[in-house]
T-cell receptor, first 114, second 111 residues
Framework: EAQVTQNPRYLITVTGKKLTVTCSQN?????MSWYRQDPGLGLRQIYY???????DKGDVPEGYKVSRKEKRNFPLILESPSPNQTSLYFC?????????????FGEGSRLTVL | QKEVEQNSGPLSVPEGAIASLNCTYS??????FFWYRQYSGKSPELIMS????GDKEDGRFTAQLNKASQYVSLLIRDSQPSDSATYLC???????????FGKGTSLLVTP
């Protein structure tokens, strides 16, 4: 089954404790992206990747890191989480290199930072 | 900052009526336009895409694009309670590397 898989789905952590949210897609998509969704603010892009070893900042990259060492995986790293990073996070992928095609979303990861 | 604007709603329509959802965007160089549906607690899913001026129909859904007015709309005919969700307008700008989403319009279809 074609899918984007995120883990963990739910996480409660404390300020400053490094964490990684994994994202994997099995559709051989070139393009992958991370979004966060907050009430009243909608979906905002954190980082995106057009291909292996190629990443770029989205609208809200502060406090996050990403890497794209393999085509299928695009982990999101929070080196020192803070309460303002409490949010619902979505990973998404697309076949189109330019991201103009359909975005397939993972099920989301709800993160709470205390 | 590329802006995509939507009324937050909620938009309430009776079952069987036409629901009309609207979206405006600021980047005049935008090339591709999408409507995503998001049920509460779920991830967004694509329902319509449109790339050229005019109407595009797919079942009960019609997307309308007017690039001169920088306006995109989604019509849902014969609305059903199962259409109750948040509808996100997404626009791909000149760079082609990012989809910018509106904050979404909440639609409630009442039986």
């Amino acid at each position: 089954e074609a899918q984007v898989t995120q883990n963990p789905r739910y996480l409660i952590t404390v300020t400053g404790k490094k964490l990684t949210v994994t994202c994997s897609q099995n559709m051989n998509h070139e393009y992958m992206s991370w979004y966060r969704q907050d009430p009243g603010l909608g979906l905002r892009q954190i980082y995106y990747s057009m291909n292996v070893e190629v990443t770029d900042k989205g609208d809200v990259p502060e406090g996050y890191k990403v890497s794209r060492k393999e085509k299928r995986n695009f982990p999101l790293i929070l080196e020192s989480p803070s309460p303002n990073q409490t949010s619902l996070y979505f990973c998404a992928s697309s076949l189109s290199l330019a991201g103009t095609g359909e975005l397939f979303f993972g099920e989301g990861s709800r993160l709470t930072v205390l | 900052q590329k802006e995509v604007e939507q009324n937050s709603g909620p938009l309430s329509v009776p079952e069987g009526a036409i629901a009309s959802l609207n979206c405006t965007y600021s980047d005049r160089g935008s090339q591709s336009f999408f409507w995503y549906r998001q049920y509460s607690g779920k991830s967004p899913e694509l329902i319509m895409s449109i790339y050229s001026n005019g109407d595009k129909e797919d079942g009960r859904f019609t997307a309308q694009l007017n690039k001169a007015s920088q306006y995109v709309s989604l019509l849902i005919r014969d609305s059903q309670p199962s259409d109750s969700a948040t509808y996100l307008c997404a626009v791909n700008g000149n760079s082609g590397y990012a989809l910018n989403f509106g904050k979404g319009t909440s639609l409630l279809v009442t039986p």
